[in-house]
T-cell receptor
Framework: DQQVKQNSPSLSVQEGRISILNCDYT??????FLWYKKYPAEGPTFLIS?????DKNEDGRFTVFLNKSAKHLSLHIVPSQPGDSAVYFC?????????????FGKGTKLTVNP | KAGVTQTPRYLIKTRGQQVTLSCSPI?????VSWYQQTPGQGLQFLFE???????NKGNFPGRFSGRQFSNSRSEMNVSTLELGDSALYLC????????????????FGQGTRLTVV
């Protein structure tokens, strides 16, 4: 039972355009959501997060939107740059007894073409 | 500040052997989690340690175990290796205090690539 789903395995966009990566979740107990970026042979790098009490969080070129009623979040990258080409993982957590594990989607491979 | 360090980076083992992977968290981080990444299943949570105690555990068989030392360094062990255990094993550490127990990002190491032949 996959609680966090990234339905698009890959996405290709032109440099300078907007990249939109989507993520859906099923567990209504999730209260914190994160996006990680991963290059080959490296560990995931934290990108941006959002708490369930917010519907938007912005950091430079990266904005995450959360729609709790639809159990959906998205990551917008504007403008996209070739260096953004990587695999992007959506993750969610539900604090339980002071500990939370991250539940990850399977990732979306973003390719930004020059 | 040094990041999360995992050793070794690469490992080749044969079926039936056991393996121990090591993780040194960022200085001051007391929470250490382990994840398994495979092409088919993505990133899956193995377990989390905090102050030398296992605080959370994923759905993996008992062949997978771990521990944390007083300096927060952690090890994970896989016994009786199977071909399906071939994966990238990632360790992540988190800063944590009584006041921000949740909702903090985890910092990942580069991982240990385990190949079972």
């Amino acid at each position: 039972d996959q609680q966090v789903k990234q339905n698009s395995p890959s996405l290709s966009v032109q440099e300078g355009r907007i990249s939109i990566l989507n993520c859906d979740y099923t567990n209504s107990m999730f209260d914190y959501f994160l996006w990680y970026k991963k290059y080959p042979a490296e560990g995931p790098t934290f990108l941006i997060s959002i708490s369930s009490i917010k519907d938007k969080n912005e950091d430079g070129r990266f904005t995450v939107f959360l729609n709790k009623s639809a159990k959906h979040l998205s990551l917008h990258i504007v403008p996209s740059q070739p260096g953004d080409s990587a695999v992007y993982f959506c993750a969610a957590s539900a604090a339980q007894g002071g500990s939370e594990k991250l539940v990850f989607g399977k990732g979306t491979k973003l390719t930004v073409n020059p | 500040k040094a990041g999360v360090t995992q050793t070794p980076r690469y490992l080749i083992k044969t079926r039936g052997q056991q393996v121990t992977l090591s993780c040194s968290p960022i200085s001051g981080h007391r929470s250490v989690s382990w994840y398994q990444q495979t092409p088919g299943q993505g990133l899956q949570f193995l377990f989390e340690y905090f102050s030398e105690t296992q605080r959370n555990k994923g759905n993996f068989p008992g062949r997978f175990s771990g521990r944390q030392f007083s300096n927060s360094r952690s090890e994970m062990n896989v016994s009786t290796l199977e071909l399906g255990d071939s994966a990238l094993y990632l360790c992540a550490s988190k800063p944590e205090t009584l006041f921000d127990r949740g909702n903090t990002e985890a910092f990942f190491g580069q991982g240990t690539r385990l190949t079972v032949v």
